[in-house]
């Protein structure tokens, strides 16, 4: 068979006329297109086979909204008066058929809403504002969740600009349709760099759920307020806060939400002491160097790794290494042990923690090293809320997880030219918004923020 007679063919297949009442084995054809084309509340009028522009062949299915779906604003859905005509008929790019591409075509009014003014009606099978149906779209956000946006832009044969439209739109109709703010007790709050020039997000955290509930651009007590903001009376239902030190941060939070227990993230802690133990190391070598000590300055220099890394993943050559700072250098390996004790306390937790904190607090104060007395002052500054983090067990973890998660994002889609493009994405990934893949249900043991 030529390529025009299988064209001929194709066609005489695809071809459907709604006035047409075809039923075969009991099933009506226009019953069939609607499976095909994933759509609802639409009837078809006619399908057909196109050449495109490109010279491909493309199925076009002309349809209409059922008469209840008719002259409805896309806002509100309320049904409104007829305006006008707009800009005539239109196409949303559907799901492929196989390796055919798909097109609905439909009228596209304008009606006036006694709220939003006069706008392009509603239609059942597309969001507002879009090209793509709600199946193409649902897919397209689904694998954008799993995949780069150039790899889902190769596959649905679309773009990498419009892959993310389409993830902002089902983003925002999913934030629509759930409260992402409600019952919650326990909450994380951090901070994260998206580009150079001093960005930064505020990013809230579920601790029960592991899920993004909130995120907005910013680094400063508005941004920390505007959430509470959003969150109005039910911030008297949470309990415990985690964070990092940041004071500011503090301050808006024991104003918004006086009877939440405030714990000091651990990581947080931990890294206080590995910035002073480095600072130790960085200081003891420069004087090495003044001394004309050059080869033991060179030896300590490569000694940071194996200071401050955990004891348990240092490789052989850094366990030799500290051996010999043991031996040489008692101020920076006595640094190091102060490290590792305070490491302990966020093991042990309750009282005993307590106690090794205290111990810690004072060992670093007698010390005599510059460093770790400033992190003795540190520590005990900040003593009230590392014992609620040892009482309460409550730490950064999830929202340091989500901080990977987001740079792996910004990394794989090569940075974001706005962060609400991020924000979509973070949500759509770790906020419990991607949509399930056209014609399956969710399933209810699955999480997104996993």
Same mark, same amino acid.
Request: charged share 25%.
């Given at each position: 068979m030529g390529v025009d007679a299988t064209r001929r063919a194709l066609s005489t297949l695809l071809t459907y006329r709604g006035k047409r009442r075809d039923r075969r084995h009991g099933v009506r054809a226009s019953m069939v297109w609607k499976l095909l084309l994933g759509v609802e509340h639409t009837v078809i009028e006619s399908v057909d086979l196109e050449v495109g522009p490109d010279g491909c062949e493309q199925v076009v299915a002309r349809v209409r909204p059922t008469k209840r779906r008719q002259l409805r604003c896309p806002r509100c859905r309320t049904a409104c008066r007829r305006v006008d005509d707009g800009e005539g008929r239109r196409r949303w790019r559907g799901l492929d058929l196989g390796t055919v591409q798909v097109y609905l075509e439909a009228a596209a009014p304008r009606v006036g809403c006694a709220r939003h003014g006069v706008i392009v009606a509603a239609v059942p099978w597309a969001r507002h504002a879009s090209w793509f149906t709600r199946a193409f779209e649902d897919q397209a956000a689904w694998l954008a969740a799993h995949t780069s946006r150039s790899t889902v832009a190769e596959v649905l044969r679309s773009s990498w600009r419009a892959i993310t439209g389409i993830v902002t739109r089902v983003v925002a109709e999913a934030r629509g349709g759930i409260d992402r703010l409600a019952g919650?007790?326990?909450?994380?709050?951090?901070?994260?760099?998206?580009?150079?020039?001093?960005?930064?997000?505020?990013?809230?955290?579920?601790?029960?759920?592991?899920?993004?509930?909130?995120?907005?651009?910013?680094?400063?007590?508005?941004?920390?307020?505007? !959430?509470?903001?959003?969150?109005?009376?039910?911030?008297?239902?949470?309990?415990?806060?985690?964070?990092?030190?940041?004071?500011?941060?503090?301050?808006?939070?024991?104003?918004?939400?006086?009877?939440?227990?405030?714990?000091?993230?651990?990581?947080?802690?931990?890294?206080?002491?590995?910035?002073?133990?480095?600072?130790?190391?960085?200081?003891?070598?420069?004087?090495?160097?003044? +001394?004309?000590?050059? +080869?033991?300055?060179?030896?300590?220099?490569?000694?940071?790794?194996?200071?401050?890394?955990?004891?348990?993943?240092?490789?052989?050559? +850094?366990?030799?290494?500290?051996?010999?700072?043991?031996?040489?250098?008692?101020?920076?390996?006595?640094?190091?042990?102060?490290?590792?004790?305070?490491?302990?306390? !966020?093991?042990?937790?309750?009282?005993?923690?307590?106690?090794?904190?205290?111990?810690?607090?004072?060992?670093?104060?007698?010390?005599?090293?510059?460093?770790?007395?400033?992190?003795?002052? @540190?520590?005990?500054?900040?003593?009230?809320?590392? +014992?609620?983090?040892?009482?309460?067990? &409550?730490?950064?973890?999830?929202?340091?997880?989500?901080?990977?998660?987001?740079?792996? &994002?910004?990394?794989?889609?090569?940075?974001?030219?706005?962060?609400?493009?991020?924000?979509?994405?973070?949500?759509? @990934?770790?906020?419990?918004?991607?949509?399930?893949?056209?014609?399956?249900?969710?399933?209810?043991?699955?999480r997104s923020a996993a």
């Open positions: 919650l007790t326990r909450i994380g709050i951090d901070e994260i760099s998206y580009r150079k020039g001093q960005r930064y997000l505020i990013i809230v955290t579920d601790h029960d759920t592991g899920r993004v509930v909130w995120a907005r651009p910013g680094r400063d007590q508005a941004t920390i307020a505007a !959430f509470f903001d959003d969150l109005g009376a039910r911030a008297a239902a949470v309990t415990h806060v985690s964070c990092d030190g940041a004071e500011w941060m503090h301050d808006v939070i024991t104003e918004r939400a006086p009877q939440a227990v405030i714990c000091l993230d651990a990581f947080h802690v931990v890294a206080w002491a590995t910035k002073a133990i480095d600072a130790v190391r960085r200081r003891i070598t420069g004087d090495l160097r003044r +001394q004309g000590r050059g +080869q033991d300055a060179a030896a300590l220099k490569g000694s940071r790794w194996a200071l401050l890394k955990n004891p348990q993943d240092l490789t052989g050559t +850094q366990r030799t290494t500290l051996a010999s700072v043991k031996k040489t250098n008692d101020p920076l390996y006595r640094a190091y042990l102060m490290k590792e004790q305070l490491r302990e306390v !966020f093991a042990l937790k309750g009282p005993e923690g307590r106690r090794l904190l205290s111990g810690v607090i004072s060992w670093a104060s007698h010390s005599r090293i510059p460093e770790m007395v400033a992190l003795a002052r @540190t520590l005990r500054h900040f003593s009230d809320l590392i +014992q609620n983090t040892l009482d309460h067990g &409550l730490s950064n973890a999830r929202s340091e997880a989500t901080n990977t998660h987001i740079r792996l &994002l910004t990394r794989v889609a090569y940075g974001f030219h706005t962060p609400e493009a991020l924000i979509a994405m973070v949500e759509l @990934t770790r906020g419990g918004l991607c949509p399930p893949l056209p014609g399956r249900a969710a399933r209810p043991s699955s």
